[in-house]
């Protein structure tokens, strides 16, 4: 899927949050900024790493943060025993401040970082102040170590560089920009900085969503990384001014999935077997958003387990035909599950009519997932949302899922239906003249029933 060796992407249950404007004078919810931790040890490459991921992003704020201006200031004792002193335990960071300052750039308040001199190990004035931005990177040693500061990120990044090359690289900046000699160096890297890289730095790799062998010398990640960070601070501005869009988090293993459904030269039986597994991921993520209740029960070993128990009054309803592809993702994840569908179609003058339905008779009572790969101009799903809700379903009881979708559609169903959940794994550019998504997968049905324009429905429940 991807040149081995470039990047590792992991998994990550990261979720974006919403803050909204107290002042009752805003309309629009409070725009919070993209946060991307990079993490890696001493002399990996962090610094210029992030100074090349601000160099690709010009056209974004961009502001860089960075732990080491958070250590504790020395006593005069402390700085007497310097040599016994870990600079690379967790506890040698003034972690309350860094989470301080980072919640208040957040909240998009302005602060001020303490500048802290490598010659004296004390802060030392001007302190230097920082404006609240669309993008932050927080960039140190142990940023993925605690989780309080894991958790305000939104992206992850971990610098692996071979250890020969970081020691060369800490000899040459300690000996030159921080005044020490060879040995003071080679000393603390052995007592301090080696066994706290294996005990902290190193394990806090498992939380990193991409991980960049060769650091700043990798270019191509980099470039993949920028690319990665566009779309989703695109993605990250709609899900600020719509609460009830949600985009399920993105890895490379997704980006890729895409990067082949999307690729003209798919083959039908590979397009399939890419679409099929996305359709699974987003069908997932989607049931996740059901009602729910707490529920006990006993395990084999005698013991307790504190669970929930989903609603089971559920049913998906497909829009003829592209819709149908999501179907047997949904009943492989809900044994059983009613499907009903709907069939629209029509342009022009005359707008999107109604053809055909066929629903649960009980369809009122029940939550409904509404399936549609795409979401282009909205036409098709604002049609579908109106029968369902003319039949008695609860606007707040929809889960509208599909693969992508383009901002216009975005704006046109959650401004007529602010209470419809919208799960999709990508939001695109945009439409063109033709109401095509851009820039999009073509047209979805054709490309996964293996069929041309001439309409081929199933009727059948």
């Given at each position: 899927?991807?040149?081995?060796?470039?990047?590792?992407?992991?998994?990550?249950?990261?979720?974006?949050?919403?803050?909204?404007?107290?002042?009752?004078?805003e309309d629009l919810p409070y725009k919070r900024p993209f946060i991307i931790g990079v993490a890696g040890g001493t002399a990996s490459g962090k610094t210029t790493v992030c100074k090349m991921i601000i160099s690709q992003l010009h056209d974004q704020r961009v502001v860089l943060v960075c732990q080491d201006s958070f250590y504790h200031s020395l006593s005069d004792e402390q700085v007497a025993k310097v040599q016994e002193y870990n600079f690379d335990h967790p506890d040698a960071f003034d972690t309350e401040l860094l989470l301080s300052c980072m919640e208040k750039l957040q909240h998009g308040q302005a602060i001020s970082i303490p500048y802290y001199d490598f010659k004296s190990h004390k802060y030392i004035e001007p302190s230097r102040k920082v404006n609240p931005s669309d993008v932050i990177i927080l960039e140190g040693i142990l940023v993925l170590h605690d989780p309080r500061v894991r958790n305000l990120m939104n992206m992850k990044i971990f610098v692996d560089t071979d250890s020969d090359v970081r020691l060369a690289r800490r000899i040459q900046r300690d000996t030159v920009e921080r005044g020490r000699n060879i040995e003071n160096v080679i000393e603390q890297y052995t007592k301090f900085v080696k066994p706290s890289f294996e005990e902290f730095i190193l394990p806090s790799k498992k939380h990193a969503d991409v991980i960049i062998p060769r650091g700043a010398d990798n270019d191509v990640a980099i470039d993949l990384i920028v690319q990665h960070i566009r779309t989703k601070l695109g993605q990250h501005d709609l899900c600020k001014i719509y609460p009830n869009v949600v985009v399920i988090y993105s890895t490379f293993q997704i980006r890729g999935m895409h990067t082949l459904i999307r690729d003209v030269r798919t083959t039908k039986h590979d397009f399939v077997f890419y679409a099929d597994r996305l359709i699974r991921l987003v069908v997932e993520h989607g049931l996740g958003h059901l009602p729910f209740t707490e529920k006990q029960i006993s395990t084999p070993t005698g013991s307790v387990y504190t669970g929930?128990?989903?609603?089971?009054?559920?049913?998906?309803?497909?829009?003829?035909?592209?819709?149908?592809?999501?179907?047997?993702?949904?009943?492989?994840?809900?044994?059983?599950?009613?499907i009903g569908k709907i069939l629209i179609h029509g342009e022009g003058n005359n707008g999107r009519q109604l053809i055909y339905e066929k629903l649960p008779a009980d369809?009122?009572?029940?939550?409904?997932?509404?399936?549609?790969?795409?979401?282009?101009?909205?036409?098709?799903?604002?049609?579908?949302?109106?029968?369902?809700?003319?039949?008695?379903?609860?606007?707040?009881?929809?889960?509208?899922?599909?693969?992508?979708?383009?901002?216009?559609?975005?704006?046109?169903?959650?401004?007529k239906f602010p209470k419809v959940k919208i799960v999709t794994s990508e939001i695109d550019m945009a439409l063109n003249k033709d109401l095509h998504v851009i820039p999009g997968m073509g047209e979805f049905g054709d490309r996964y029933f293996g069929t041309d324009n001439a309409a081929t429905f199933s009727l059948d429940t």
């Open positions: 899927m991807m040149e081995s060796g470039i990047i590792t992407a992991l998994s990550n249950s990261t979720k974006h949050q919403f803050i909204h404007s107290n002042d009752d004078s929930v128990v989903f609603c089971k009054s559920l049913c998906g309803v497909s829009i003829i035909r592209s819709g149908e592809s999501m179907e047997n993702a949904l009943r492989a994840c809900c044994k059983g599950i009613k369809i009122s009572s029940r939550q409904v997932l509404l399936l549609d790969p795409v979401l282009a101009s909205g036409n098709s799903a604002i049609k579908a949302i109106s029968l369902l809700l003319s039949k008695g379903v609860a606007e707040s009881s929809i889960i509208f899922l599909n693969l992508i979708a383009a901002p216009e559609g975005i704006h046109a169903v959650c401004k």
